[in-house]
T-cell receptor, first 108, second 114 residues
């Protein structure tokens, strides 16, 4: 079983839709949970990170962590074409583990 | 803040030659730098972790004699792909960290070996 599982998509939504991106994990030692956005042929960009369980909001982005279910989510409200990218989840216990990334396209 | 640069952004070389990629943290001191490899439509594959002044720690299956990593200062790490072959063609990304959790990624270097 992989440490981190992420549906690769692709996911295609109309502009303005709410997007839900998810990852599951198996290692209960993970304490930090990150979401990165990666545009084509660019390095990943840290969007936000959360420590332990709970929600964190930053503008149109909300990260949720449910440690009891070993499940994390990233919600994007009022999605824009500029949100089209690959979104990677990452987790840290004593080392980093990355998901495979979900490709998102927001259609104008 | 937290800007990481990589140079070059794209390099094409002949088979058998060596290529050096630089990774710099521009506005902070990076105690740890990471090197990743990424194939098209796949996630990041960690190659090695380096701490300033120490030897790099390589992931299983990564040849340390082929991928030489030097982390000479708190703002610079280099990856040298020695005797490159076409199968080494890939997107190489570095990241830098000054805390336990946050990694800041460079823009990546596309290597094409002919």
């Amino acid at each position: 079983q992989k440490e981190v599982e992420q549906d690769p998509g692709p996911l295609s939504v109309p502009e303005g839709a709410i997007v839900s991106l998810n990852c599951t994990y198996s290692n209960s030692a993970f304490q930090y949970f990150m979401w990165y956005r990666q545009y084509s042929r660019k390095g990943p960009e840290l969007l936000m990170y959360t420590y332990s369980s709970g929600n964190k909001e930053d503008g149109r982005f909300t990260a949720q962590v449910d440690k009891s279910s070993k499940y994390i989510s990233l919600f994007i409200r009022d999605s824009q074409p500029s949100d089209s990218a690959t979104y990677l989840c990452a987790m840290f216990g004593n080392q980093f583990y990355f998901g495979t990334g979900t490709s998102l396209t927001v259609i104008p | 803040g937290a800007v990481v640069s990589q140079h070059p952004s794209w390099v094409i070389c002949k088979s058998g030659t060596s290529v050096k990629i630089e990774c710099r943290s521009l506005d902070f001191q990076a105690t740890t730098m990471f090197w990743y490899r990424q194939f098209p439509k796949q996630s990041l594959m960690l190659m090695a972790t380096s701490n300033e002044g120490s030897k790099a720690t390589y992931e299983q299956g990564v040849e340390k004699d082929k991928f030489l990593i030097n982390h000479a200062s708190l703002t610079l790490s280099t990856l040298t792909v020695t005797s490159a072959h076409p199968e080494d063609s890939s997107f190489y990304i570095c990241s830098a960290s000054h805390s336990k959790v946050e990694q800041f990624f460079g823009p990546g270097t596309r290597l094409t070996v002919l």
